[in-house]
């Protein structure tokens, strides 16, 4: 009888102690899982070359500074080679998609030591435009197959008329890349990024990706593209460039051999 109480006895401490461990980790574990992951960051960066021997010396020392970060390319390319520009000034500009695991992520890469090294290797040897912007979530669609618009706008003026034309027309963008099976990558909001190189005229990023080049060229054929586009015309000025997704940690010259029309980022 007593060996049977002792053993009780000890069976309770030992059930006790565990349920004290348990409420002292499961708290931690349940808020570890809860925890959404961080949204992703990106560089966009529009250029244009003109100095083919620096570009390719500055394109050759970025791979290992992106793998430092776990960066990678998402789309790269040249008119006519994985770019096509569908609205805007910009029809010989070079267009590099890149994504990081954070936006704190292309933060570091763009403010690290590597990279400030690496850039002076390009210094006047074109004109880039550099921009930062952060994800809503992960990113809906990439790599080979995979296509991206990036819809850059910005205001004439800052009237009551273009101001609505401005938001009608990424209610517009927005509905229509649902309907086409799209999704947008960032927050369609004027002001969503950071301006990181150059100067931009635009106050407003938007960049929407499809599963398939063949999604994404119904879309800019429908009616709602349309309508996005007249709207857009409306409010001010706007570039508009369909970018191809590449395999991951696909290289600059691979995708541009040739780089005087390149804009390696």
């Known amino acids: 009888m007593v060996l049977k109480l002792a053993t009780s006895a000890l069976g309770f401490r030992l059930l006790a102690l565990g349920m004290a461990i348990s409420a002292l980790f499961l708290p931690r574990a ?8 961080p949204n992703p960051g990106y560089l966009l960066v529009v250029g244009k070359t003109t100095d083919r021997a620096k570009i390719g010396a500055y394109a050759a020392s970025l791979p290992p500074i992106y793998a430092s970060l776990d960066g990678y390319y998402l789309a790269i390319g040249a008119p006519g080679r994985g770019v096509t520009w569908l609205e805007g000034p910009w029809t010989d500009r070079s267009v590099i998609f890149a994504k990081f695991p954070t936006r704190a992520g292309a933060d570091a890469f763009w403010w690290g ?13 074109g004109v880039f435009s550099v921009v930062a912007i952060e994800g809503t979530g992960p990113t809906p669609f990439e790599g080979a ?7 850059m706008t910005g205001p004439t003026g800052k009237g009551a008329t273009e101001q609505d034309a401005s938001d009608r027309a990424v209610r517009s963008l927005v509905d229509g890349v649902k309907r086409s099976g799209g999704q947008l990558v960032n927050a369609p909001g004027i002001g969503q990024f950071t301006a990181m190189e150059g100067d931009t005229v635009f106050d407003r990023f938007v960049v929407a990706a499809w599963p398939s080049l063949a999604a994404r060229d119904a879309y800019l054929a429908s009616a709602d593209a349309a309508e996005a586009k007249r709207l857009r015309q409306l409010a001010g000025i706007s570039a508009v460039v369909a970018a191809n997704g590449v395999p991951r940690n696909q290289a600059p010259t691979a995708v541009n051999p040739n780089p005087t029309t390149a804009a390696p980022k």
């Open 30 to 37: 349940l808020a570890a899982q809860a925890a959404p992951s």
């Open 113 to 125: 030591e590597d990279y400030r090294t690496a850039i002076r290797k390009r210094d006047n040897a």
């Open 145 to 151: 197959g995979a296509s991206f618009l990036i819809v």
